[in-house]
């Protein structure tokens, strides 16, 4: 069964660290990787999307990279911010007839002052 | 440009009824999408199109049904709503494009449903 995991679901840090948010996927026959930000109570927000071909995007302070042939891709945040607080979805689109975006279950980020 | 608005935003319901959650965007995407979220489960994909009249199953279809009748709306319904139906909903939206490098198809997300049944 193609997933998609993310661990840990949950993750505390000051102000100010930079620090990787970690995404793995069971098959490396992909078209591309999405990292998605949703607020409480709100829809996501495409963060980031890296295609099949590529190893790393950027925006701003934050760095995606993926490794297909290992199965993991990353989400940098340089100098996090109380801002950053959020939960932070990584979403696989496998190849295949008729496939869509995997979801993983996310990891809430919280960044203290 | 307003991007992916749904309603209604709150909902509840008793057992046996039936709504329609209506999705519009104003991107002339293609693709729409209906998702439910729910604690400890994820995004799962109920059904979704690919285009103006069409429509197919995701990977949760049944207990609703949803219509394409215009290239900006999608509509969810819930012909007799259960308890195992209260969650939050999500539409999104996307238009493909193959690029040099590869597939690209972000999805473009609205603030989502909560809808409780009783």
């Known amino acids: 069964k193609q997933e998609v995991t993310q661990i840990p679901a949950a993750l505390s840090v000051p102000e100010g660290e930079n620090l990787v948010l970690n995404c793995s996927f069971t098959d490396s026959a992909i078209y591309n990787l999405q990292w998605f930000r949703q607020d409480p109570g709100k829809g996501l927000t495409s963060l980031l999307l890296?295609?099949?071909?590529?190893r790393e995007q950027t925006s701003g302070r934050l760095n995606a990279s993926l490794d297909k042939s290992s199965g993991r891709s990353t989400l940098y945040i340089a100098a996090s911010q109380p801002g950053d607080s959020a939960t932070y979805l990584c979403a696989v689109h496998y190849t295949g007839a008729n496939s869509k975006l995997t979801f993983g279950k996310g990891i809430t980020l919280s960044v203290r002052p | 440009n307003a991007g992916v608005t749904q309603t209604p935003k709150f909902r509840v319901l008793k057992t046996g009824q039936s709504m329609t959650l209506l999705c519009a965007q104003d991107m002339n995407h293609e693709y729409m999408y209906w998702y439910r979220q729910d604690p400890g489960m994820g995004l799962r994909l109920i059904h979704y199109s690919v285009g103006e009249g069409t429509t197919a199953k995701g990977e949760v279809p049944d207990g609703y049904n949803v219509s394409r009748l215009k290239k900006q709306n999608f509509l969810l319904g819930l012909e007799s709503a259960a308890p195992s139906q209260t969650s939050v909903y999500f539409c999104?939206?996307?238009?493909?494009?193959?690029?040099?490098?590869?597939?690209?198809?972000?999805?473009?997300f609205g603030p989502g449903t909560r809808l409780t049944v009783l």
């Open positions: 890296i295609q099949s071909s590529q």
């Open positions: 999104a939206s996307s238009q493909p494009q193959f690029v040099s490098g590869g597939l690209t198809d972000t999805q473009y």
